[in-house]
Every structure is written in structure tokens, then in C-alpha cells.
């Protein structure tokens, strides 16, 4: 599907969400991981902006929600425009209520220090 002249569907993490909501009217609604997947499906690689830099959440797109990896190209987004959208993926840390220690493949000691959750929300424009 694409865009055609409508503008190109954001990818938001934590770190970038507040500074695209500078100024405007926004509906945000919680989304879950099969919607997200259909709706970035949906859309090709050129109508999508990649607006983060983390390979964390990279990961979670295309490992764990089983998206096609591709090349979405990166922009630094300031300000969403009227009737654009964006899919945020929110990261949850919390602290690990137990915490073993495991060894790694090279004989190192590793401690479990927190638990990492991931969730989706589909954010858009209105004004």
C-alpha cells in the first residue's frame, strides 16, 4: 500500500515520542503486537520513517513481532503533521524480583538485574 500524498507513518520509541508532540490535537490508543505488525505490513518501504536509533527496538520489530526486516530510512521527526500517524514502541523496564546468575558461554558470571516488557500504541494527529 502507498501513501500516495499522505504522509509517511512514523516509527516512535521512549526517547522520541515527546518531542513530535510539540504542538496539535492527538488521539493515542494501545495497540497490539498482530495490529502493528498488519499495519507497518501494509505499507511500503518508502512510505515508513524509522525515527530512533536503537537496535533494541529494532530487534523486538522485526525478531519479535515477526515484521519482514527492511531498510525503513531514518529521519529526526520534531513535529507530526495533521492526519499523520505513528506506531510507538514503549519500553517497560522493571526490576528483576529474582535475579540468578547464570554462566555464559565463556565461563563469565551474569546476574539478571531487571525484566525488559514491550507494548505498542498507535498515535495519531487530529490537528
Known amino acids: 500500500m502507498s501513501t500516495g500524498n499522505r504522509e509517511p507513518l512514523l516509527l516512535l520509541d521512549n526517547s522520541n515520542t515527546m518531542s513530535v508532540l510539540n504542538q496539535g490535537e492527538f488521539k493515542c490508543t494501545n495497540l497490539s503486537f498482530e495490529e ?15 525515527c530512533f536509533n536503537d537496535n533494541d ?17 531514518y529521519k529526526h521527526i520534531r513535529n507530526m503533521r495533521p492526519g499523520q500517524d505513528a506506531i510507538v514502541f514503549k519500553l517497560y523496564v522493571t526490576p528483576s ?15 539478571k538485574i531487571q525484566n525488559i516488557y514491550v507494548y505498542c500504541q498507535y498515535l495519531s494527529r487530529i490537528k
Open 97 to 111: 524480583e529474582t535475579q540468578p546468575v547464570i554462566q555464559t558461554d565463556d565461563g563469565v558470571e551474569a546476574k
Open 57 to 73: 527496538i529494532e530487534t523486538i520489530i522485526f525478531n519479535y513481532l515477526g515484521i519482514a526486516r527492511r531498510d525503513f530510512p
Open 36 to 50: 502493528a505488525k498488519a499495519i507497518i505490513d501494509m505499507h511500503e518501504e518508502k512510505d515508513i520513517l524509522r
